[in-house]
């Protein structure tokens, strides 16, 4: 099973408007994807995302996803090592799913596959 590391790193955001100037002065570009319930910046391979008032999911901080080639199978080896899951793997777009778990302090980690 394959790792390739935090490419993706979602923000939960109480003004979206006011972040996305923030985050295209700090990143230098204008956001890919901008729509009212999130805004997504890609920069050197990196993924960051805007997500209004923690999204459905109530981020309450910054979540990294790492990137995984089989989610079922690293939620399977993570649980076993102690962590517990949060949100489990479901789809969020054509060929993407995400899951999150948390380590045994409570810090919220996030799983992303592509197919």
Known sequence: ??????????HPVSDVAKAKAVYAA?????????SEY????????????LVP??????MASPVTYWHVSDIEAKLAEVTAAGGTVKEAA???????????????DGNVLGLLQDS
């Open 38 to 49: 999130y805004v997504g910046f890609d920069v050197a391979g990196q993924h960051i995302g």
């Open 90 to 104: 479901h789809e969020v777009g054509p060929g993407r799913l995400v899951a999150t778990f948390t380590d045994a």
């Open 26 to 34: 700090l990143l230098g570009t204008e956001p890919q994807a901008d």
């Open 53 to 58: 008032n923690g999204g459905p999911q109530a």
């Open 1 to 10: 099973m394959t790792n390739h590391g935090i490419k993706t790193v979602l």
